[in-house]
């Protein structure tokens, strides 16, 4: 069964900084696109980020472009998500996804809050 455990999420500042982390095991992670979603009270989960398999290819959400950066190490099956300028309407519980044999696997997710 494919892991996705994501962890780094915590209370910040508006304007502060904070780094996500999924750890990804029980599949060939380095043939993977990852994904970094999140979802707030009362929303739809959206889409943030994407990354290709070997890392040459992103995609952003535009409420977020040029404020967040997805990265992967394939030797560590992880992937990243460096979130800096944060927001309020940041604040969601981001999730790590794969698609995997026709499958979509979700982590637990991490709590991100903005607040001063």
């Known amino acids: 069964q494919v892991q996705l455990v994501e962890s780094g999420g915590s209370m910040v500042q508006p304007g502060g900084s904070l780094r996500l982390s999924c750890a990804a095991s029980?599949?060939?992670?380095?043939?993977?696109?990852m994904n970094w979603y999140r979802q707030a009270p009362g929303d739809q989960r959206e889409l943030v980020a994407t990354i290709s398999s070997g890392g040459g290819s992103t995609n952003y959400a535009e409420s977020v472009k040029g404020r967040f950066t997805i990265s992967r190490d394939n030797a560590k099956n992880t992937v990243y998500l460096q979130m800096n300028n944060l927001k309020p309407e940041d604040a969601a519980v981001y999730y790590c996804?794969?698609?995997?044999?026709?499958?979509?696997?979700w982590g637990q997710g991490t709590q991100v809050t903005v607040s001063s």
């Open positions: 996804n794969v698609r995997w044999r026709g499958n979509a696997y």
């Open positions: 029980r599949f060939i992670f380095s043939v993977s696109a």
